[in-house]
Each structure stands twice: as C-alpha cells, then as structure tokens.
C-alpha cells in the first residue's frame, strides 16, 4: 500500500514535469492555459496526494490506530472539493460560461455534507470490521489459530461480581495485544 501510493504521487510529478515540457512543442492556447492552471494549482494537488495518503496509512493500522483516517480522508475530500472549484473556475475563464458562481453557491452544502458523509462512511467502516468480524480467526487449511479467551461465566449461581480478578485483567491484556499484532499481521498481508 505504501509504495502504490508512492508510486501515485511519483507520477503525478512525472506528469506535471512532461505537461511542461510539452509547452514547448504544442502551441494550442487551451493546452497552455491548462498546463498553467495545473502549475498554479501544483501544491494544492501535492496537498490532497499527501493527505490521502496519509488517511491510508491510518486505514492500514489496526483498530485503536485507525481512528484517525476518516478524519483526514475527510479533510482530504475538502480539498479535492476546492480543487475541482477551481477545475470550474477555469472553465469559466477559457470557455466563457459562468458554471463557476453556480458551484461556488452549492458548495456551502456539498463541502459539509461530503465532510460528514466521508466521516460516518469511514466511522462506519471500521466499526462494521470490529463487530461483524467472526471472533475465531483460522488459517488457509482451516486450522483455529485464535479463540476468544475471555471465558464466560459456567453457572448463573456464581451471582454478578462488580470487579475483576487480577487473572481476568492480565488474560485480557494479553488477548489485547494478541488481537493487535495479529490484526496489523492479517492487514499487512492483506495489502
């Protein structure tokens, strides 16, 4: 996953350096105010590469490491937002249409709502991953490898206790940690 994002980022500076080149050779007007338009607008597209990519490395962690991710892919979804903004501006320029003003109206709404919309997806997605996973992981044979540890009380004559035995506590701690490295396991094999 960290080099395919690499590797995008790496292309969209291959791209913008041959558009420039290009300028030398091709003298159509559209082509030149589009290379200038993305020059103009480098850093932006620079920013929201380096945002999402950051949002993905999150997304590759495991569950108390991942919660950062819709937030900065929502953030990064603003930024896409203002630039295609700007993709409207310039058609305006160019063509001589006035779709910018109309958009620029509607993105006091779509910039919230695609925020939030971003936020619960991502929100959603992990907590989908947490609860409707199954609770045994197996191997490709089939083999269990892991089973909840946390053992249920046999009889309800026992009654209800308010604390936690120190050997109840430690199996959940180890079952933490165990349920951590596996995971980040099962996610780097996974990508």
């Known amino acids: 996953m960290f080099a395919s994002r690499m ?6 500076l291959i791209v913008v350096v041959l558009v420039n080149i ?3 050779y091709v003298s159509s007007p559209v ?5 200038s338009f993305v020059n103009e607008n480098f850093w932006l597209l ?6 999402l990519f950051i949002g993905a490395i999150f997304s590759a962690f495991p569950f108390p490491l991942n919660l950062p991710a819709p937030i ?3 953030i990064g979804s ?3 937002i203002a630039f295609f903004l700007r993709v409207f501006e310039w058609v305006d320029a160019v063509a001589s249409t006035t779709l910018y003003p109309m958009f620029w109206f509607l993105s006091f709404i779509i910039v919230p709502l695609v925020f939030l919309i971003v936020l619960a997806s991502g929100y959603f997605e992990i907590m989908r991953s947490l609860w409707w996973l199954p609770r045994i992981d197996t191997t490709d044979e089939g083999k269990v490898i892991h089973e909840s540890l ?4 046999e009889t309800a004559d026992e009654g209800v206790r308010d604390t936690k035995s120190w050997e109840e506590i ?5 079952l933490m940690l165990y349920d951590l490295m596996h995971r980040f396991r099962q996610e780097i094999k996974r990508k």
């Open 31 to 35: 082509f030149n105010s589009w290379v």
């Open 7 to 12: 590797i995008a980022i790496i292309c969209l």
């Open 46 to 51: 620079l920013l929201i590469a380096i945002i």
């Open 170 to 174: 430690g199996a959940e701690f180890r």
């Open 150 to 153: 946390i053992q249920e009380p």
């Open 72 to 74: 900065i892919r929502a």
């Open 78 to 80: 603003v930024f896409c």
């Open 22 to 24: 290009l300028t030398h």
